[in-house]
């Protein structure tokens, strides 16, 4: 259950007694209400007698007043709780799970669900789950008050009752399923639409603009199509509702004033009852257009379900306390040497995928040593990569640190330990010194210069307008690719991590930009434990040690020099690592 969810069933709870207490509010007003006419008519009382009555209609309506405001305000309040707490619940995933999970989705798509779909929940949570309980329990009051006072009458509304959510469920069925190709319309626009934006500079680059903006246009107005058609089917039920509504009030008039006429039935009951049948219905009505508000936050409920609640390896990590070292989660203390990591037999497979992406995977990383994994393009390094970070939890299988089992770490603890540098660092808009504090965030300018000069990026920071001040702009738009990469890298040398991971930062950069990024990584490397993607062999001849990896698993293993030695596998190695870059 996440944070806040308990206040959040509080405060609903809270707002359907308010709503209760409003509709018990409306029953009191209609019996005062019809007691003075029926006094001030037929019994001809004096003012003076009709103070009281009207003093306590006075305080109905208050009272009334009151509940209505407060069940309005209890509801708000239900509603933005559960909204902050779902759209931190979904950050918090998206953030355990890392990058594997969000690789498989569409950035815009991600977005526009953590921010229109979140704020869809507030009519969702605000209206339409208050008001079902309402629409049950006000109508039950106010037919205990009917049947109290005349039992044809209330015969009469309990037998069209049901008519009115029988025509809600058959046009709830066509307007459901209209409001998820709308959901999906928006989801798949907001996503073309980022993808356009951040790819601008490629369109413009082969003549592409207007094709993509036409298609943009089209997708914009089959979204327009089915909000038309949203629209239509929600006035087509509130029409229905009105009709069936209005109907069964006409139903209980018409008996009562013919019963009224032939004197079966007193003016002050034929009254109570007339003014309490339109309250009867009232609450279905309102059921009917709070769920038609609240469609749309249905289907992001479901979306948001699908991405808290992601299947096979995407789950979050089970934390199994050792009672050895139950004291600290399991957490081996940092040491003084750099940590032995070992793969034992780890299977790891994707949903939708025949072939395991890890399969009797078998990796040693000694203490302090730099292993590099070389293979093709989905041979399982990038999985392997996964596993180490407690991105993805293995099926089967082990990974050990120092002796102590992944199953008792808790993976935030763990990922403290480790940096990561990937091929593609992610920079964010913010300065150079916001992009640095990511790593450290209570390091002080002399550890950010330390880290910069190690990285070989202090004289590019230094020419910068505002030195660690500059903004950089949206994926680090000021730097080049080998600057983006140092600074990726002094992020490494700030957090001071004991394991590190790089995924071939060398790829894709000139020979200036490489040069400057080995002899930065070279000094990164000094007493880490280190696990290298290699997709060049001249960065694999580096490591300590070699291991090609093919279908999932460990083929060959052994450091550069005999690898090299030995003819029938170096040519195999040569041949990986042509494949994969």
């Given at each position: 259950m996440p944070a806040g969810a308990g206040s959040s069933w509080r405060d609903l709870a809270a707002s359907v007694l308010a709503g209760l207490l409003a509709a018990a509010a409306v029953v009191g007003q209609s019996a005062l209400l019809s007691r003075a006419i029926d006094a001030a008519f037929l019994g001809r009382a004096s003012l003076s007698a009709l103070l009281p009555a009207l003093a306590g209609l006075a305080a109905a309506a208050l009272a009334r007043a009151l509940c209505v405001w407060l069940q309005e305000l209890l509801a708000a309040r239900a509603s933005?709780?559960?909204?902050?707490?779902?759209?931190?619940?979904?950050?918090?995933?998206?953030?355990?799970?890392?990058?594997?999970?969000?690789?498989?989705?569409?950035?815009?798509?991600?977005?526009n669900t953590l921010v229109a779909g979140v704020e869809a929940l507030?009519?969702?949570v605000a209206q339409y789950l208050p008001q079902s309980l309402l629409a049950l329990l006000v109508p039950l009051l106010v037919l205990a008050a009917v049947l109290a006072s005349d039992g044809l009458s209330a015969l009469a509304l309990a037998l069209t009752f049901p008519l009115v959510p029988l025509f809600m469920s058959l046009i709830g069925s066509a307007a459901k399923a209209q409001a998820r190709r709308q959901w999906l319309t928006l989801s798949r626009l907001s996503a073309r639409f980022l993808d356009a934006v951040s790819?601008?500079?490629?369109?413009?680059?082969?003549?592409?603009?207007?094709?993509?903006?036409?298609?943009?246009?089209?997708?914009?107005?089959?979204?327009?199509?089915?909000?038309?058609?949203?629209?239509?089917?929600?006035?087509?039920?509130?029409?229905?509702?009105?009709?069936?509504?209005?109907?069964?009030?006409?139903?209980?008039?018409?008996?009562?004033?013919?019963?009224?006429?032939?004197?079966?039935?007193?003016?002050?009951?034929?009254?109570?009852?007339?003014?309490?049948?339109?309250?009867?219905?009232?609450p279905l009505r309102a059921l009917g257009a709070a769920y038609h508000a609240g469609l749309a936050g249905r289907e992001a409920a479901d979306r948001i379900a699908t991405l808290?609640?992601?299947?096979?390896?995407?789950?979050?990590?089970?934390?199994?306390?050792?009672?050895?070292?139950?004291?600290?989660?399991?957490?081996?203390?940092?040491?003084?040497?750099?940590?032995?990591?070992?793969?034992?037999?780890v299977r790891l497979s994707y949903p939708g995928r025949n072939e395991p992406a890890l399969d009797d995977f078998t990796l040693a990383l000694p203490s302090g040593a730099t292993v590099a994994l070389v293979g093709p393009t989905g041979a399982g390094k990038t999985s392997a990569v996964h596993v180490l970070l407690r991105f993805l939890e293995p099926e089967s299988g082990s990974?050990?640190?120092?002796?102590?089992?992944?199953?008792?770490?808790?993976?935030?603890?763990?990922?403290?330990?480790?940096?990561?540098?990937?091929?593609?660092?992610?920079?964010?808009?913010?300065?150079?010194?916001?992009?640095?504090?990511?790593?450290?965030?209570?390091?002080?300018?002399?550890?950010?210069?330390?880290?910069?000069?190690?990285?070989?990026?202090?004289?590019?920071?230094?020419?910068?307008?505002?030195?660690?001040?500059?903004?950089?702009?949206?994926?680090?738009?000021?730097?080049?690719?080998?600057?983006?990469?140092?600074?990726?890298l002094a992020r490494a040398f700030l957090k001071q991590?004991?394991?590190?991971?790089?995924?071939?930062?060398?790829?894709?950069?000139?020979?200036?930009?490489?040069?400057?990024?080995?002899?930065?990584?070279?000094?990164?490397?000094?007493?880490?434990?280190?696990?290298?993607?290699?997709?060049?062999?001249?960065?694999?001849?580096?490591?300590?040690?070699?291991?090609?990896?093919?279908?999932?698993?460990?083929?060959?293993?052994?450091?550069?020099?005999?690898?090299?030695?030995?003819?029938?596998?170096?040519?195999?190695?040569l041949a990986a690592a042509a494949g994969s870059g």
């Amino acid at each position: 259950m996440p944070a806040g969810a308990g206040s959040s069933w509080r405060d609903l709870a809270a707002s359907v007694l308010a709503g209760l207490l409003a509709a018990a509010a409306v029953v009191g007003q209609s019996a005062l209400l019809s007691r003075a006419i029926d006094a001030a008519f037929l019994g001809r009382a004096s003012l003076s007698a009709l103070l009281p009555a009207l003093a306590g209609l006075a305080a109905a309506a208050l009272a009334r007043a009151l509940c209505v405001w407060l069940q309005e305000l209890l509801a708000a309040r239900a509603s933005a709780t559960v909204r902050l707490a779902v759209r931190e619940r979904v950050v918090r995933r998206l953030l355990a799970v890392g990058p594997r999970l969000a690789a498989d989705e569409r950035t815009g798509e991600l977005t526009n669900t953590l921010v229109a779909g979140v704020e869809a929940l507030d009519p969702y949570v605000a209206q339409y789950l208050p008001q079902s309980l309402l629409a049950l329990l006000v109508p039950l009051l106010v037919l205990a008050a009917v049947l109290a006072s005349d039992g044809l009458s209330a015969l009469a509304l309990a037998l069209t009752f049901p008519l009115v959510p029988l025509f809600m469920s058959l046009i709830g069925s066509a307007a459901k399923a209209q409001a998820r190709r709308q959901w999906l319309t928006l989801s798949r626009l907001s996503a073309r639409f980022l993808d356009a934006v951040s790819g601008l500079p490629t369109l413009r680059a082969f003549g592409r603009v207007a094709d993509e903006a036409r298609r943009l246009e089209q997708t914009g107005e089959r979204y327009r199509e089915l909000t038309l058609r949203v629209l239509r089917l929600a006035f087509v039920s509130a029409l229905t509702l009105e009709a069936l509504a209005t109907l069964g009030t006409a139903v209980v008039a018409v008996e009562v004033g013919l019963r009224l006429l032939y004197g079966r039935i007193g003016f002050r009951a034929a009254l109570f009852v007339l003014l309490l049948a339109p309250e009867f219905y009232r609450p279905l009505r309102a059921l009917g257009a709070a769920y038609h508000a609240g469609l749309a936050g249905r289907e992001a409920a479901d979306r948001i379900a699908t991405l808290v609640e992601a299947p096979g390896p995407f789950a979050a990590p089970r934390i199994v306390a050792s009672p050895a070292r139950r004291s600290d989660r399991g957490i081996p203390h940092p040491a003084a040497s750099p940590p032995h990591v070992r793969f034992d037999a780890v299977r790891l497979s994707y949903p939708g995928r025949n072939e395991p992406a890890l399969d009797d995977f078998t990796l040693a990383l000694p203490s302090g040593a730099t292993v590099a994994l070389v293979g093709p393009t989905g041979a399982g390094k990038t999985s392997a990569v996964h596993v180490l970070l407690r991105f993805l939890e293995p099926e089967s299988g082990s990974v050990w640190v120092d002796g102590v089992p992944f199953a008792t770490m808790e993976p935030e603890r763990w990922r403290e330990r480790v940096a990561w540098v990937p091929q593609r660092p992610r920079l964010f808009a913010g300065s150079v010194r916001q992009n640095l504090l990511l790593a450290r965030p209570g390091a002080s300018d002399g550890q950010l210069a330390r880290a910069l000069a190690q990285a070989s990026l202090d004289g590019v920071v230094a020419r910068l307008p505002r030195g660690l001040d500059t903004p950089l702009g949206e994926g680090g738009a000021r730097l080049s690719g080998g600057e983006a990469q140092r600074l990726a890298l002094a992020r490494a040398f700030l957090k001071q991590a004991e394991v590190l991971v790089l995924d071939e930062p060398t790829a894709q950069l000139d020979a200036e930009s490489e040069q400057a990024v080995a002899a930065a990584i070279a000094r990164l490397r000094r007493g880490r434990t280190v696990l290298l993607i290699a997709h060049r062999l001249t960065t694999a001849a580096t490591a300590d040690s070699i291991a090609l990896v093919m279908r999932g698993r460990v083929v060959e293993a052994g450091a550069p020099q005999q690898l090299a030695s030995e003819g029938r596998v170096y040519p195999r190695l040569l041949a990986a690592a042509a494949g994969s870059g």
